[in-house]
């Protein structure tokens, strides 16, 4: 949204002193923000101790205050310019009061005669005073909606805050291009009292555990180098002797030239999780060795129990070779207790023909056995297992396993090759891995833990962690597991290995926690960091890092793409007319019809206000193919954009502008692309609006060769290289009456250069204002020479006025300062002025050419029916003349509606009692036409060339003889 132009109060206080025929007048306002905050006309300095006056017409209540004779009023008589030059006697003031009632300040006129003020006076300056009310409250307006969007900012600032604090989460950030390093308050506090806060990156890392110094480092600068975000767990050194652990996580900020200049994000304190983690796996780590020492022995035994087999656990078990044992009873050599109680059960399973199972221990072995019994027809196959150990903590094993089933954290213990199975086997769980999983133990014991994978469980994760276990590591990881009941939740795993005494791999003992919870927290600060919470869609910051993306892509894939940028037409007027609700009702059903134009790969993003920006992906690798899609999908969001809005009851009809640019991989920068798009954009703008616009090199070239133009015209005019042209104007006998003064520029290497070429420039950059007040002060230095001599006492000249010219607060002092300076009759000077200048400020503009007609100078409307649509106001203007604008006449012919509107012209002057001229007249056939229809005066080819003045004097010369 562009600012509002400044209100022209120059112009404004011109005008109030004119209307109401004082010498002097002051606009004062009480705003002490605004850039300058009086304004005057006719006092010889700034209007200084009226403090009180103007406090007194404030209190007036809201009427006009005259003071007929200043000399004698009490308030005032005291005043400088009272008692002193310039001697002012009368004053009339209005107060200037806001709608809601807020004192806005004070117009008023003033006068060195003493008068009573008529009360036509006071009702124009009461008109004015209004004007500029109006002008300031749209104003205000406009800074509220200013506000407006600075709060929103904070906004949602704030709910990051809120939403980072209740993740004990907190912001930082690292400037690349000072080094320098913005750390939270809790950090201060974590590392104890008595600790500076660190304010670079090197002083940072001195606080970090010596041993994860280097790896910090490496990730920051590779963040800072590739755009590689970061999380990082490690400990930081605590005063006066302690550690505590914390989570770091970063990723880059880019500027909008696409370059990276922050590194920014998150510290967490996650000290007591990594305590309660670092604890629970010291007890399952404990828990899995002591399973893993248990190792189990088979032998099998005829029904005498002899010996028939032994594996080779059991032999090493029973500390003798299979040579040694094979025909021996089993209960020999232990004892005669224990062989007693061996003989017992295993003649007992004999006849009944049932397993038996107990637990003795074994003296000449030194160890508690568990044997298992299983008769068969030939005899008995016996299980063995070692469980001294087992035995010997029995009660420490309880401890341990009821430990870890009370604790929060999901412990798995996966064997990693059981001799039985072909692969890795849950070989326990505990009680929170039930409740998280809503699997009994029974259910997944001796189970593959890929049984708790799903499609969301990220398959290169589970790579990474298990390379990291290959090399005997601890490794840690983020994973989304299933549930029984299909249900997926996200756990923060801790794995270490297990090695048995002979280094093999035995066991992995993972700890897991729910992490559901943070990871919803995560996602929605990075929602509230990329996401414009209005309307849902990728903010600016994020449509910086995608584009940078797509550029990246369109290298390897030489896909074309293009961006656009879409702003909504006279957005502000809803606003300021409907309110911000609607507006924003507005914002967000944008924002849906612009994604139903796309498809879900390309990106609708809003860049804040009423400017969203789309931006198509792989559109191919044809360029033109590329650009005609484009153009499908702009104007299908044009025409989209265009159907009527129903905001909340009130049917609302809008267009938008849309500026396209392509990329690929041939060229582009970020910063570069979104500039051609704007420019695009901006071009729409001027071309009608409700329009789409490509962007063309020549855009650009155009613009810097203005930028060229505007350079040599400064010189032009330092140089001397101005002339003027005159052209002549006839009436119907053919008789010269005068002359349009028409600018000519001689560069000394461009040659002859058309006003048409470098008058748009000269307007754009004010160098039109010089310019103008040349060509006038030359058109009256030629009317004095004129009017010497009888034979062209009566020649008029015209003199083209552009609106810039027209709208300067001095315009009227020019032109009659020049009147005065040569010495003229000023009704022999024409000016041309265009209806453009009516196009705003029109109450403004028609006092202006009141007060220059006043002054004697003739006024004529050209170019007329190329701009304003509306007539009405044509009788309200104190005009002499219509010129009729020469596209109409060069169409006379072969278009009907050019001739009927000359026609219309020529009555509507003939009725308002106007002179017409018709310009451009280059055939007879035309001429006569025109005079068939009433037309008075004539300019064109026809007659004659617009010529330097000694040319044009012999013309003239000739054309009087
Ligand atoms: P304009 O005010 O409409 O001026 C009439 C233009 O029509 C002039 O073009 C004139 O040379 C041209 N012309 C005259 N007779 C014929 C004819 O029979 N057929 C055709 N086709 N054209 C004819 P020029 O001199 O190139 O000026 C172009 C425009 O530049 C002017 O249009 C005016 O808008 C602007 N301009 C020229 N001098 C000044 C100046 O001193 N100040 C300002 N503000 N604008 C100027
Ligand atoms: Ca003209
Ligand atoms: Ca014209």
Known sequence: MAPLPEPDFDGLVQLAATVCGTRAAVLQLVDDEAPASSWSVGLPEVVA???????????????????????????????????????????????????DGTPLGVLAVMDSAVRTGRDADLSALDMLGRLVVAQLDLRRQQQRLADRNAEQEQQNQRRLQIAMRTAQMSSWALDLADNSLTLPPEFAAML????????????LLQHYAAESRTRIRQVITECAR?????????QILTAPDGRRWVRMIGEVVRGTSGAVTRIQGILQDINARKQAQEETLRLAMRLTTTLASITEAFVTLDREGRFTYLNQESERLLQHSTAELLGQEIWQDFGEEVSGRLRQHIQRALTTNRQVEFENFFPPLGKWLEVRAYPFAEGLAVYFRDVSERRNSQEQLMLLETGIARL??????????????????????????????????????????????????????????????QQWKQARGELVIYRKDGESFWVDLEIVSVAAQNGDLTHWVAVGRDITQRKAADEKIHHLAFYDPLTELPNRQLLLERLEQALEDCASTRQEGVLMFIDLDNFKILNDTLGHS???????????????????????????????????QDLGTQPEAATRKAQIVAEKVLATLREPYDLAGYQHYSTSSIGVTPFNIRQGSVSELLKQADLAMYQAKTMGRNTVCFFDPDMQASVSANAALSTDLRAGLREHQFLVHYQ???????????????????????????????????????LILPLGQWVLEQACLQLAV??????????????????????????????????????????????????????????????KMGTLKALGVTLALDDFGMGYSSLSYLKRLPLDQLKIDKSFIADVFSDPNDAAICSAIISLAQSLGLDVIAEGVETEA???????????????????????????????RGAAT
């Open 49 to 99: 101790g009226l403090t009180d006056f103007y406090a007194r017409v404030l209190q007036a209540g809201g009427k006009p205050l005259t003071i007929p004779d200043a000399a004698a009023d009490p308030g005032l008589s005291r005043h400088p310019m009272v008692a002193g030059p310039p001697g002012l006697r009368f004053f009339a003031a209005v107060p200037l009061i806001a709608a």
């Open 192 to 203: 104890g009292t008595g600790t500076a806060m660190p304010g670079t990156l090197d002083e």
């Open 226 to 234: 590739n755009a590689a975000p970061f999380d990082e767990e490690a």
């Open 408 to 469: 929060n954290d999901i412990v798995v213990i996966v064997e990693a090759s059981p001799r039985h199975g072909s692969g890795p086997q849950i070989v326990f769980v505990n009680d929170a891995f039930e409740r998280h999983t809503g699997y009994t133990r029974e259910e997944v014991l001796s189970r593959m833990p890929g049984m708790l994978q799903g499609p969301e469980t990220r398959e290169d994760e589970l790579a990474r962690i298990f390379g990291a276990l």
């Open 582 to 616: 609607k507006g924003d009702l507005l914002l967000q059903k944008v924002a849906v019809r612009l994604k139903g134009c796309v498809r879900k790969l390309d990106t609708v993003a809003r860049l804040g206000g009423d400017e969203f920006v789309v931006m198509l």
């Open 728 to 766: 002549p104007q006839v009436d119907r006998e053919q008789r010269i009456t005068g002359v349009e003064a028409l600018l000519r520029w001689k560069h000394p290497q461009r040659g002859m250069v058309s006003p048409a070429e470098f008058i748009p420039v000269a307007e754009e950059s004010g």
């Open 786 to 847: 004129w009017q010497k001599q009888p034979e062209t006492a009566g020649l008029s000249i015209a003199v083209n006025v552009s609106v810039r010219q027209f709208r300067h607060p001095d315009f009227v002092d020019m032109v009659m300062a020049a009147i005065k300076h040569s010495g003229i009759q000023p009704h022999n000077l024409k000016l041309e002025l265009t209806e453009s200048l009516l196009a705003d400020r029109m109450e403004i503009a028609i006092a």
């Open 926 to 956: 035309q001429r006569s036409f025109l005079a068939g229809l009433g037309c008075g005066y004539y300019q064109g080819f026809l007659f004659c060339p617009p010529l330097p003045i000694a040319e044009f004097e012999t013309f003239m």
